[in-house]
């Protein structure tokens, strides 16, 4: 079945930087397009990457210039390569593929930026 583990979270200060691994297994990881989410305290899940088979990336305006999002399709691996951290960017971050008409996710990782 399709599973995803984040991993790589954790606190930084503001202006600082973070490293997201997303490691996947069930479906043909090469083939898809794999998603990066967040979903902060309070709020809705908000899409943040995306990079797609070819290795073409598309990011939210609101982390433009900040993030790179990477895959190794070796590894069934994708990287979220997160700098200049700002305090917004506190969320639960999220692997995502859409696959056989349905969405999967896996359990998150939490980032959080703090002073």
């Known amino acids: 079945q399709v599973q995803f583990v984040e991993s790589g979270g954790g606190l930084v200060q503001p202006g600082g930087s973070l490293r997201l691994s997303c490691a996947a297994s069930?479906?043909?990881?090469?083939?898809?397009?794999i998603n990066w989410y967040r979903q902060a305290p309070g709020k809705g899940r908000e899409w943040v990457a995306a990079?797609?088979?070819?290795?073409?990336?598309a990011y939210a305006e609101s982390v433009k210039g900040r993030f790179t999002v990477s895959r190794d399709n070796m590894k069934y691996q994708v990287y979220l390569q997160m700098n200049s951290l700002k305090l917004e960017d506190t969320a639960i971050y999220y692997c995502?593929?859409?696959?056989?008409?349905?969405?999967?996710w896996g359990q998150g990782t939490q980032v959080t930026v703090s002073s």
């Open positions: 990079i797609f088979t070819g290795g073409d990336t």
């Open positions: 995502n593929v859409y696959y056989n008409e349905k969405d999967y």
């Open positions: 069930g479906f043909a990881f090469s083939a898809y397009v």
